[in-house]
């Protein structure tokens, strides 16, 4: 238990009395913000140490429930830093993508693929896009949609500028691809030697992020957690190779 002297929105202390809750405990509000709150909190705030090893264990195969147990909180504290967290990740992924000017000199290829996923029940699906840099190894661009070409354009969207102008990209015979990709970028083959850079980081993706493993009870619920979740696992697998 730990007494709440200070507003656990903006910080002041200016706070009143405010009656009490309907379990009956006391309840305070603050003059500056007015959020109201209880004095007495039966689950304390997370430490910063706490917040440091959440980090670590959202980008690995664990569940949510397992990080619980694990950190000894509740599922409430991990979900509200799990939103805090996630507003946090870059619109780029943290990816060093390659400058305008570094494509002009040296060609850059690109790997493109899609992976199965859903959400709530597996009549949802949700396809991951995905394109891969060949020589950084770094996710340049991820998209979470359709398999056709809608969920196509939305990864062609999202791909830096320089990328989309100049960058070569290298697909499976999936038809989607043609119909996004320009002609003179595109280089479609039938064998996976020519995705198997993308196709091994997938392996890698099933190990660290436990909603896209097949056969398991570690599904997402809400396609905004989904996304989200696989935005940061990538984020933290593009900042590791930064190292």
Same mark, same amino acid.
């Given at each position: 238990m730990s007494v709440q002297h200070h507003c656990p929105n903006c910080g002041s202390s200016n706070i009143v009395?405010?009656?009490y809750t309907y379990y009956g405990k006391a309840r305070g509000k603050c003059k500056q913000c007015h959020r109201q709150f209880v004095f007495v909190r039966q689950h304390p705030a997370l430490s910063d140490e706490q917040k440091r090893r959440i980090e670590l264990l959202l980008a690995e195969r664990i569940s949510l429930e397992g990080i619980c147990r694990v950190m000894e909180i509740k599922a409430h504290q991990l979900y509200a830093y799990m939103d805090e967290l996630y507003a946090d990740i870059p619109a780029d992924l943290a990816c060093s993508a390659a400058e305008a000017a570094d494509i002009e000199l040296r060609c850059i290829d690109?790997?493109?693929d899609e992976?199965?996923?859903?959400?709530?029940?597996?009549?949802?699906?949700q396809w991951l896009w995905l394109a891969l840099d060949r020589a950084s190894r770094q996710v340049v661009a991820l998209h979470i949609g359709d398999r056709g070409a809608t969920g196509a354009l939305g990864l062609w969207q999202a791909l830096p500028e320089p990328y989309r102008q100049?960058?070569? +990209?290298? =697909?499976?015979?999936w038809d989607a691809y043609k119909q996004i990709i320009p002609v003179h970028q595109h280089r479609c083959s039938q064998y996976k030697q020519h995705t198997n850079h993308?196709?091994?980081? +997938?392996? =890698?993706?099933?190990?660290?992020a436990s909603r896209l493993v097949r056969l398991s009870l570690s599904f997402s619920k809400k396609l905004n957690r989904h996304i989200n979740s696989i935005r940061f696992v990538v984020t933290h697998y593009n900042l590791s190779l930064q190292l």
């Open positions: 009395k405010n009656g690109c790997e493109t992976l199965w996923s859903f959400v709530l029940r597996k009549t949802n699906k100049q960058a070569s +990209f290298h =697909t499976d015979d993308v196709e091994r980081f +997938f392996c =890698t993706l099933r190990q660290r």
